[in-house]
């Protein structure tokens, strides 16, 4: 019984000691934020003009498959497209989300 609460007392002293560790403030404002701000917004570039070359590929893909009647062809244009969307979708996430990172006023 002694040792059960031993236990307990140490487990409440180390809850007690991770619930004192203060919130940590991330500071956006600091040097360099710029420059990676202006990093992401030319791979956001690169990325959305590539995506529109691979989609249109990917588009050419998938009618010369349904014209041809070749299931394979037109399914790699399909994922092609996908793929191509869901790029875009990432590299905007990542512009993003250093913006909303920015526009945050931490203490």
């Not at 991770?18 to 917004?41: H, K, T, Y």
């Amino acid at each position: 019984m002694n040792t059960l609460n031993e236990s307990l007392v140490t487990v409440h002293a180390r809850t007690i000691t991770v619930a004192a560790i203060p919130n940590p403030s991330p500071d956006f404002s600091g040097p360099g934020v710029g420059a990676l701000q202006a990093i992401a917004n030319v791979v956001f570039a690169i990325v959305l003009i590539l995506a529109i070359i691979g989609g249109l590929i990917a588009a050419g893909f998938i009618v010369v498959g349904h014209v041809s009647s070749n299931g394979r062809v037109q399914k790699a244009g399909i994922i092609g497209l996908l793929s191509c969307v869901a790029g875009v979708a990432v590299a905007g996430s990542i512009a993003g989300l250093i913006n909303w990172g920015q526009s945050l006023h931490v203490a």
